[in-house]
């Protein structure tokens, strides 16, 4: 299997078998919150692929080159933390100066993202997961094309979400059952059906 | 022995000093790009959207059609929105916002929430069977068109007054709920929570309101009006009105608040008493003075019960059997020459 190969595997991991809000838990927050309606769920979707990619980005050079050397693996939480929200903020700041338009569409979700534990997850997950041979960990590429596919998979299920609790509003649901209780059941049945994907074998 | 002693401090040093200056220096770092990228990106906001935030009440209450308070003042600065919408606020934040925006002040006139029914107390409602579930209006009315006989009558279960949000509706102790007219905005959120669409809002210089909702014909409303007050669709009301503005539909008088005058006279025409009149028995009568009246002729055109005559360049003179003290005649007489006495 060629690279090619191994980042297809990668995609088809974090999107479909390990994806984070269905499989790993992660990221509950904004799927539940921000998933009224079809085109916010599209801001944040395109919101967290951005600053997934980067903070993977980040996050492998600041781990690979100031903690490992001096054996302060143990710290990569906390400094991932402060990394990330730092990003986030920078970012925000420099879309709303540049792109008045995009900060529109995506700037309110950003300060959302700031402590989304998604974000965090990828980044830590980037630092334990083996490569398709199972001896070398990710190199800076495979970070961050997992840290935009964990995205990706993340705006497929948002979108997927929205879309249902889109139609959910015109539908005759019990009164006791109309809101938050549907969106759960919904998103247990959605956990479910994406639980299928974990015999897919690659 | 002392080299060893030398040698640990060194290593604790490291194991405490090297994550020490890591992490304290990543964040200073990231704090002073930040600190650089505030100063260098830095976006100005229009300082009147913060300034009219802080003219506004801040109850988020939604009567301007706009979600908050923050998002009202944005659409006045940005989508030029009228600045008279704010109800809670009122006068005074029209003036403030007006002076913000250099725009001209065009304040409505303020409204006030009127409940149209008389019953809903203890000792003021006939009961058909006694309630006993969830102490809500809105669940009362849903069992058997509402345990008291009137079903467009108050029940009483106080929705009104759980949802102001500024305790502007107080119960008293027959049970009634009362409008306080100094701290109702017009909000309009009672008006939405009454099941029974009991409320309105009348604008506060009216004082006659018609204080029932029943639809009833008059034989059916009467037995069933605790209060003793219903109204019973008898069109004295509109015959009396010398400005028409009381209509009968479904057997229920309406005010036209555009056309009434505040005579009172249905209040005192009602033969069931359904109508109040915030006024009655202070009303004064005009009076010309004698020095000043030319003789315009003025008064008497616009007089409704033509209780002023006289004739050109004569001395007008008013009846006071008819003068029912609408003050009409004061604000048009052109030389100031009535008053009201």
């Not at chain 1, 297809?8 to 994806?19: D, E, H, L, R, S």
């Not at chain 1, 980067?54 to 492998?60: D, K, M, V």
């Not at chain 2, 149209?116 to 006939?126: A, L, P, R, V």
């Amino acid at each position: 299997m060629g690279y090619l190969g191994e980042i297809f595997v990668m995609a088809m991991t974090a999107i479909f078998i390990q994806n984070f809000v269905l499989s790993r838990f992660l990221g509950l927050c904004p799927y539940l919150g921000v998933s009224k309606k079809l085109d916010s769920a599209f801001g944040m979707g395109m919101a967290v692929i951005f600053v997934m990619t980067l903070a993977s980005a980040i996050t492998f050079l600041i781990r690979k080159y100031l903690l490992l050397p001096y054996g302060l693996g143990y710290l990569q939480t906390i400094s991932f933390i402060l990394t990330i929200a730092a990003l986030v903020q920078f970012v925000e700041m420099v879309i709303q100066k540049n792109s008045p338009a995009l900060y529109k569409s995506l700037g309110v979700y950003l300060p959302l993202i700031t402590t989304n534990c998604a974000v965090l997850g990828v980044a830590i997950l980037n630092t334990s997961q083996m490569r398709s041979d199972g001896i070398t960990t990710y190199n800076f590429l495979d970070s961050v094309l997992n840290g935009f596919f964990s995205g990706v998979g993340f705006t497929v299920v948002l979108m997927a979400m929205a879309g249902i609790r889109e139609r959910l509003e015109y539908s005759d649901v019990p009164k006791a059952m109309k809101g938050m209780p549907i969106a759960l059941i919904l998103a247990g049945i959605m956990a479910l059906a994406f639980y299928g994907f974990m015999g897919f074998k690659l | 022995m002392v080299n060893t002693i030398i040698l640990m401090d060194i290593s604790m040093l490291q194991t405490i000093g090297a994550p020490v200056v890591i992490i304290g220096g990543l964040g200073l770092l990231f704090g002073i790009i930040l600190a650089i990228a505030s100063k260098v990106f830095h976006v100005q906001i229009d300082p009147r959207v913060e300034q009219i935030i802080a003219a506004l009440p801040g109850a988020n209450c939604g009567a301007c059609g706009l979600p908050g308070c923050a998002g009202y003042a944005d659409a006045i600065v940005h989508a030029d929105a009228d600045i008279n919408k704010c109800a809670p606020g009122g006068t005074t934040a029209v003036t403030t916002i007006a002076q913000i925006m250099g725009k001209e002040a065009s304040t409505q006139t303020r409204k006030i929430a009127v409940i149209h029914c008389t019953s809903g107390g203890k000792q003021s409602t006939n009961w058909k069977y006694a309630y006993q579930g969830i102490e809500t209006c809105k669940s009362a009315v849903n069992i058997a068109d509402g345990p008291n006989s009137c079903s467009y009558g108050c029940v009483g279960y106080n929705d009104c007054v759980a949802v102001c949000l500024f305790d502007a509706i107080t119960v008293d102790e027959y049970g009634m709920r009362c409008i306080d007219l100094e701290k109702c905005t017009a909000c309009g959120a009672c008006v939405k929570a009454c099941p029974r669409a009991l409320i309105d809002l009348v604008a506060v210089d009216k004082v006659v309101y018609i204080k029932c909702s029943s639809k009833d014909k008059g034989a059916i409303a009467k037995p069933n009006c605790g209060s003793a007050h219903p109204c019973i669709g008898c069109g004295i009301c509109a015959k009396k009105c010398p400005v028409d503005a009381i209509m009968i539909e479904n057997n229920l008088a309406i005010i036209d608040y555009s056309k009434c005058i505040n005579c009172g006279r249905c209040a005192t025409a009602c033969p069931t008493k359904a109508i109040q009149d915030l006024l009655v028995g202070m009303r004064k009568k005009a009076h010309i003075i004698s020095e000043a009246c030319i003789g315009c002729t003025i008064c008497a055109k616009v007089c409704p019960v033509t209780a002023i005559s006289g004739e050109l360049k004569q001395l007008h003179t008013v009846n006071d059997s008819l003068c029912v003290g609408c003050e009409l005649c004061v604000g048009k007489c052109p030389k100031h020459a009535i008053e009201m006495i």
